[in-house]
Nanobody, 121 residues
Framework: QVQLVESGGGLVQAGGSLRLSCSGSGSIITFNTMGWYRQAPGKQRELVATILTSGDTNYDDSVKGRFTISVDGAKNTVSLQMNSLKPEDTAVYYC???????????????WGQGTQVTVSS
C-alpha cells in the first residue's frame, strides 16, 4: 500500500506565501505523475498543478506565475510553492499521485487527506 501525507497549509494574508509538501510512503517503485488539486466550499475539485517524472509541468491559468510545483524523487515528495496568494485561493488542497508500487507492480492513483489553505483579505 501507499500513503500520501500533506503538510504546510494554514492561514495567510493576501499577498503572502505558503509552501505545501506531500510525502509518499510504502512500496513505491516510481511516480508517473504527481500533482495538487483544490476544492473550495460549494465547488468541484479542480486541478492546480501537475508534474511528470520528466519534469514537465502543467498549471491552471489562475495560478500561473504565482505557484511552482516541484518534486524530489529520492524522497517521494512533491511540493507546491504558493506566492502572491489571493482570497480566491482559499480551499482544501489535495495531493495526488499516479503511483507504480508493490510486487508484482501495479499502478494506482492515490490522494492525500487534504490540507486547508485560507487566505484573508
Amino acid at each position: 500500500q501507499v500513503q500520501l501525507v500533506e503538510s504546510g497549509g494554514g492561514l495567510v494574508q493576501a499577498g503572502g506565501s505558503l509552501r505545501l509538501s506531500c510525502s509518499g510512503s510504502g512500496s513505491i517503485i516510481t511516480f508517473n505523475t504527481m500533482g495538487w488539486y483544490r476544492q473550495a466550499p460549494g465547488k468541484q475539485r479542480e486541478l492546480v498543478a501537475t508534474i511528470l517524472t520528466s519534469g514537465d509541468t502543467n498549471y491552471d491559468d489562475s495560478v500561473k506565475g504565482r505557484f511552482t510545483i516541484s518534486v524530489d524523487g529520492a524522497k517521494n515528495t512533491v511540493s507546491l510553492q504558493m506566492n502572491s496568494l489571493k482570497p480566491e485561493d482559499t480551499a482544501v488542497y489535495y495531493c495526488n499521485a499516479d503511483v507504480l508500487w508493490g510486487f508484482p507492480p501495479r499502478r494506482t492513483i492515490y490522494w492525500g487527506q487534504g490540507t486547508q489553505v485560507t487566505v484573508s483579505s
